[in-house]
């Protein structure tokens, strides 16, 4: 009996200390948990609080700059539709003819009302980078969004409000569950595809022969079709750091050098993991010419962009996707981008930017031939939110009425491409 009541006891014992690391256990992950919340909304107030200091003293600059009648307006506006016609794109089959505006001109530095017609979705966390172009300026113009922001179990429902001439855009990550509604809609509209890596249109290139598609602009272009139009990935969107317009307005007032006054042949800045073959090959053939300057690991982004405005050059091979933001930088800070051929030549077209096959075409005396004067005084006309307005205007124009064939051939289109999505 003795040994029986012992052997209860023992286990008495085992099964309270069991209890009590349970308990313990429960109490850590509780902790933890309410841990993870507390920083989260910390993070959330920091963030706020960020975006309102940068959005105070953003719009404090912008208030200071003047139209040439003297009348001072807010410099964050819409894009309007009056645009300088030496400015307009012409379009020649799938190529462009950037034209650069004058650093001088009112063009991109004039100040407008904000008008809610033209930038229907800019809140305070998703600012537009206007004047200049980025994922959420893009954003901003469209009529319908499809994104995070958005349920999509509720897109069934939204698709069918797209009418005739709409601007629509998507999210790159979500081209699947966009078109597998494809037969839902009814009105014939203008894709924009941005704010990711991934390229486009992939597999949903089919979709381009649809008279329901009136145009494609896509960032990170993998196709070429006459309705098909790259966009550049352009400027960070604003609620991340090296989005700061404020830092941008600043640079741009005192960082851009004359192209003679230069220090910095070569600018390099970048981290070789987001596309370790490509962006090594470059780095093994740039690192040696003499003038180079190859930045450090996390530079602070006002003395990124005061390099860039010190440079003559700035090497930009691709990383996750095609394009990068450093392409974009460089030319609004005057430098000269270095970047691999691709289905993106055409948004370089008119502009100063050298395209090569492989670096190793580039030559030390073939960069201290070339004049880069010409960008320390005009901006390429791509980087502003105007000029792909207007392109959207454009492509609006060519709304004619669609045809019977057309639409029962998109049904079965659709139904394939929504099997290839469950798969």
Not at 101 to 111: C, G, K, L, M, P
Not at 194 to 217: C, Q, T, V
Not at 299 to 325: A, E, I, K, M
Request: charged fraction near 20%; include cysteine; charge should be positive.
């Amino acid at each position: 009996m003795a040994g029986g009541r012992c052997g209860n006891v023992a286990l008495l014992n085992v099964f309270k200390r069991r209890q009590i690391c349970a308990f313990f256990t429960m109490i850590v992950f509780v902790c933890w948990y309410f841990e993870g919340i507390i920083i989260n909304r910390t993070k959330i107030n920091y963030i706020q609080k960020k975006q309102q200091f940068i959005d105070s003293k953003y719009h404090r600059k912008c208030l200071k700059v003047q139209l040439h009648s003297g009348q001072q307006k807010s410099c964050i506006g819409p894009v309007t539709s009056e645009i300088p016609k030496s400015t307009i794109a012409i379009r020649k089959k799938n190529n462009c003819e950037n034209l650069l505006v004058s650093r001088a001109s009112q063009f991109w530095s004039d100040s407008f009302e904000m008008n809610s017609k033209i930038f229907k979705h800019s809140g305070c966390y998703r600012e537009t980078s206007y004047p200049f172009i980025s994922g959420d300026t893009f954003r901003a113009m469209a009529d319908h969004v499809y994104d995070e922001t958005t349920l999509i179990t509720d897109w069934s429902k939204k698709v069918q409000q797209i009418s005739d001439g709409d601007i629509v855009f998507l999210k790159t990550d979500y081209l699947c569950d966009f078109f597998s509604l494809f037969t839902s809609i009814s009105g014939r509209f203008i894709l924009v595809t941005h704010n990711g890596d991934s390229s486009a249109p992939g597999r949903f290139k089919i979709f381009l022969w649809s008279d329901k598609l009136l145009g494609w602009f896509a960032s990170n272009p993998d196709f070429e079709h006459p309705k098909l139009y790259p966009i550049p990935i352009g400027l960070a969107n604003t609620y991340v750091s090296h989005g700061n317009m404020a830092i941008f307005m600043d640079a741009l007032g005192k960082d851009v050098k004359p192209g003679a006054n230069r220090n910095i042949l070569v600018y390099i800045n970048f981290s070789i993991g987001t596309n370790l073959m490509e962006r090594s090959r470059a780095l093994s053939h740039f690192r040696n010419f003499t003038r180079n300057h190859l930045a450090k690991l996390r530079t602070p982004f006002y003395q990124y962009l005061d390099d860039l405005g010190n440079s003559r050059f700035v090497l930009s091979p691709p990383g996750n996707g095609l394009d990068c933001h450093r392409t974009w930088e460089a030319l609004l800070m005057g430098a000269i981008p270095i970047v691999l051929s691709s289905t993106l030549n055409s948004l370089f077209s008119g502009t100063p930017t050298i395209i090569v096959s492989t670096w190793g075409q580039v030559t030390e005396a073939s960069l201290r031939a070339i004049n880069n004067s010409l960008l320390t005084t005009h901006i390429p006309a791509a980087l502003l939110a105007q000029y792909w307005h207007a392109q959207f205007l454009s492509v609006r124009q060519s709304l004619q009425p669609s045809s019977v064939i057309d639409r029962c051939m998109w049904v079965n289109c659709s139904r394939t491409a929504s099997l290839r999505c469950e798969q």
